[in-house]
């Protein structure tokens, strides 16, 4: 059984930073991209970034602010978030994207699995 596993989320001072984890067990995804969407209160899920092999991918909302990265041998993929945004503020859920699958940006329907999402808020 697949599971992800979010941690890192938290409530920043805008300007701030965070780091958030997402730990994967019941299969290795090595191969696979895995990603980061959020979702703020009354809007739709949205895309953040994705990581294939080392080539990472990110919405033009955090380009530049927000790096990504995986670390194979322990399943993991990471978000670094620097200098957070009010707009920031969301559920940011971890995801893996079906085998094979790759594009920019990724969309929900690429997703074969979800973590249960971290909070991140973001004061002003």
């Known amino acids: 059984q697949v599971q992800l596993v979010e941690s890192g989320g938290g409530l920043v001072q805008a300007g701030g930073s965070l780091r958030l984890s997402c730990a994967a067990s019941?299969?290795?995804?090595?191969?696979?991209?895995m990603g980061w969407f959020r979702q703020a209160p009354g809007k739709e899920r949205e895309f953040v970034a994705a990581?294939?092999?080392?080539?990472?991918i990110y919405a033009d909302s955090v380009k530049g602010r927000f790096i990504i990265s995986r670390d194979n041998a322990k399943n993991a993929v990471y978000l670094q978030m620097n200098s957070l945004k009010p707009e920031d503020t969301a559920v940011y859920y971890c995801?893996?994207?079906?085998?094979?699958?790759?594009?920019?940006?990724?969309?929900?329907?690429?997703?074969?699995?979800w973590g249960q999402g971290t909070q991140v808020t973001v004061s002003s």
């Open positions: 995801a893996t994207a079906r085998y094979g699958i790759w594009r920019n940006p990724l969309i929900q329907s690429d997703i074969e699995y």
């Open positions: 019941g299969r290795t995804f090595s191969s696979y991209a």
């Open positions: 990581i294939r092999w080392n080539f990472g």
